[in-house]
């Protein structure tokens, strides 16, 4: 009998019960990397090598990978192959670890099969990045994937998210994150495979999610590059078990050096920021 693959959240709160919180974003940008990694590479070879030495560095301190897609569009089919390579290695060496396609995809239903085949099937990612846009209808061919995590765009970390996501909206007059957080937990849920986005440079809006969803996951980008503050994250964040956080990092991981203990240097990066994480959650 073939057994079923274990679903993103299990795989998840797994990670979270050996206190795991650092989600490292696979973000390489072929300019910036270090050139013991581009010396006699391709730059398929080259952001192959970069992610997979970064994921063997950090794979024992990480709750989730998560590449972002655009980094790999930007490089062609080359970008896409480097991108099928990384999360397969993760996959086979890591397959305790989930794997985040950040795409912040979305459309009609129809065209969302398209997505959900290239995320989920062809790319094997565990969880996929979605705006809330075109509402839980659309969102069907998504959200029928019991094994796998849509994470939904709430409250993003960008300093202009405020100019639609902070409108007031509806009888309660309340910013529309809020109701978009509240319909991701109460009304698009029903398999269990929902979480949602909210900017780590936020903490006040961060708070008021997590108290109006529970314990939902929440994905939380925005600390090292951006700016956010740990401390304020995780005391909004942290769900009543102390967990439900996936704290983004990826430019300040990644790019820790630029020499060739780039590697070693994202392990001392994640393994800073999870025991400063640890040191707020009660
Ligand atoms: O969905 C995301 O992950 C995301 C949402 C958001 O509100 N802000 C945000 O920065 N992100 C992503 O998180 C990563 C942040 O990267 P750094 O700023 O380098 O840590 C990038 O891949 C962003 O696209």
């Known amino acids: 009998m073939v057994s079923e693959p274990e679903s993103f959240v299990s795989l998840l709160e797994r990670r979270w019960q050996q206190g795991h919180f650092v989600c490292v974003g696979l973000d390489p940008e072929y300019d910036r990397l270090p050139a013991v990694v581009k010396e006699g590479r391709t730059p398929e070879a080259a952001l192959t090598l970069f992610a997979c030495s970064i994921i063997d560095a950090t794979a024992d301190l990480v709750c989730a990978y998560k590449p972002n897609s655009a980094f790999y569009e930007a490089y062609g089919d080359a970008g896409i192959r480097a991108l099928k390579q990384i999360v397969s290695y993760s996959k086979s060496k890591y397959p305790e670890i989930p794997i985040i396609l950040d795409a912040k995809r979305a459309d009609i239903g129809n065209t969302n ?146 020499g060739f203990d780039f590697a070693q240097a994202a392990r001392t990066a994640t393994m800073a920021l999870s025991t400063e994480i640890n040191s707020y959650r009660s």
């Not at 007031?168 to 937990?185: D, H, I, K, M, S």
């Not at 809006?205 to 090292?224: F, S």
């Not at 102390?242 to 050096?257: E, T």
């Open 113 to 258: 099969l398209g997505y959900v085949s290239s995320s989920f099937d062809f790319l094997q990612a565990d969880a996929i990045t979605v705006h809330p846009y075109l509402g839980k209808e659309a969102m069907a061919p998504f959200l029928s994937r019991k094994d796998k995590g849509v994470i939904v765009l709430a409250k993003t970390s960008n300093p202009g998210s405020g100019e639609f996501q902070d409108l007031l909206v509806g009888e309660t007059r309340e910013p529309l994150y809020l109701t978009v957080a509240r319909n991701v937990a109460h009304h698009w849920n029903n398999n269990g495979n929902c979480a949602l986005v909210v900017g780590a440079t936020y903490p006040a809006e961060l708070q008021r999610v997590r108290e109006l969803v529970g314990d939902l996951p929440l994905l939380i980008p925005g600390i090292g590059a951006q700016g956010g503050d740990v401390e304020a994250t995780v005391k909004a964040g942290q769900d009543s078990r102390g967990w439900g956080m996936i704290i983004n990092s990826s430019r300040g991981i990644i790019y820790a050096s630029k």
